[in-house]
């Protein structure tokens, strides 16, 4: 069974093909700029020793279905493709970022799928739109393959609602539907399934905090296997520090912004999601220059890093004390997975909280699922690698042999 995986964006596709029998990525890629005349397609076969072959192609992508069109070409390639024609697709995954309420699992698309999602747009106007039309775009191509929605919210709808409402008027949930929905949704589920498989327990019995560090930033508190808590909010806006995003912050702050520096909304908005967060504290919002610059004695870049991870040890603090009990501390995505740094300042001084970090299991830059805690240390720490696309592809395969 082969499952092709998308996700769509303004101006980009990125996709991987899945063989789902033996449950290993046979070709993936991205283009970007799509529409405009430095369009870039970037393309990997993934050949059966692991290897990849690559190909790099610059020329105009004019839209999404010329993007798609060219994609399936490449993937049926005699040299540079997996399939022998599209109707080797059994079925294709999507990731839509906001599912709103309508939806607490992965659902097959049809049109009144369509329309749910349509109806979320006010909820994530940046990220619904092109994900949408991804899925259109899909159907014509695909016409023959069946096409699944994973929703980054749905694994957050097990959330109580104690833990998703604002406090204002609660005409501002019932009508508009402002609450707390999450993100993230496929990336805290999965390192979770691993972090258990790992301990070898059923998730059923386990408590645990998944912290996401990429780009944007999440934690999510997860009792039994289902989440009751996320940092994220009705917006990724919302809890950690993140590359560019300021995360937590006074909600006075616009009224004051807009008062005494005259910013209108655009640029209030502008400037919370793009201007701040790492990038706002110290100038760059990657985190390998960070950690470049505090080496080479860089206070601004320091202070930015002990904001950042005070934050995530704060909630830590809260998500414990929601949980109750605790099993387990999970650390994913680009900076999680690969920062040892990071997880130490996360996880300092909280041996009475039950939480201790071995330095050279931490330190320790082996791939893979890893154990980071001392052998004293009541909680496990873990490092498990996220992998979204691999997740989407198998909710899909569940979705399509339940049906
Ligand atoms: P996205 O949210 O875009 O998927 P990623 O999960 O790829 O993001 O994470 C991107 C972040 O991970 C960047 O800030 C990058 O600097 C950071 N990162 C990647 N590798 C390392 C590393 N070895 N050490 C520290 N940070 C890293």
């Not at 990336?187 to 998730?203: D, G, I, Q, T, W």
């Not at 912050?249 to 790492?278: Q, R, V």
């Not at 002990?306 to 009990?325: C, E, M, P, Q």
């Amino acid at each position: 069974m082969k499952i092709l995986v998308i996700n769509t964006g303004s101006s980009s596709i990125k996709y991987e093909l899945f063989d789902m029998d033996h449950h290993v990525k046979l070709a993936a890629g991205l283009a970007e700029k799509i529409s405009e005349d430095a369009s870039v397609l970037k393309h990997e076969k993934v050949n059966k020793n692991g290897e990849s072959v690559k190909k790099i192609e610059k020329q105009k992508i004019p839209d999404h279905r010329a993007g798609l069109n060219r994609i399936v070409e490449l993937l049926t390639d005699p040299e540079f493709g997996a399939i022998q024609n599209k109707s080797g697709i059994s079925a294709v995954g999507h990731r839509v970022v906001h599912g709103g309420e309508h939806f607490h699992s992965t659902t097959l698309i049809d049109e009144s799928v369509m329309k749910a999602v349509r109806e979320n747009v006010p909820l994530a106007p940046l990220h619904n739109p092109p994900n949408l039309i991804g899925i259109e775009v899909a159907h014509t191509v695909f016409p023959e393959s069946p096409q699944y929605a994973v929703f980054d919210t749905a694994f957050h709808m097990s959330i109580p609602k104690r833990a998703y409402l604002y406090a204002i008027p609660m005409d501002m949930y019932v009508k508009d539907r402002v609450r707390r929905y999450g993100f993230h949704g496929t990336s805290h589920a999965y390192v979770a399934e691993k972090a258990a498989e790992h301990m070898n327990r059923p998730l059923s019995d386990l408590n645990m905090i998944t912290i996401h560090l990429g780009n944007g930033a999440s934690m999510s508190a997860i009792q039994k296997g289902k989440s009751i808590d996320t940092t994220m909010g009705m917006t990724p806006l919302e809890g950690l520090v993140m590359g560019t995003r300021s995360g937590d912050i006074d909600p006075a702050i616009p009224f004051y912004l807009s008062d005494h520096l005259n910013m209108s909304l655009k640029e209030i908005n502008t400037l919370l999601n793009k201007k701040s967060g790492l990038k706002g504290l110290c100038g760059t919002n990657d985190m390998r220059e960070v950690i470049q610059r505090i080496q080479t004695g860089d206070e601004q870049a320091k202070l930015a890093l002990d904001v950042y991870t005070y934050r995530i040890k704060k909630y830590i603090g809260a998500f414990y004390a929601a949980l109750g009990k605790l099993d387990c501390l999970v650390f994913t995505a680009g900076i999680g997975e690969n920062n040892p740094l990071i997880r130490n300042l996360c996880c300092s001084d909280m041996n009475e909280l039950g939480i201790e970090l071995d330095n050279e299991r931490n330190n320790n830059p082996a791939k893979g699922i890893k154990e980071v805690n001392s052998s004293n240390s009541r909680i496990k720490v873990l490092v498990v690698p996220t992998n979204e696309e691999l997740k989407i592809a198998d909710e899909t395969k569940k979705c399509l042999l339940s049906q």
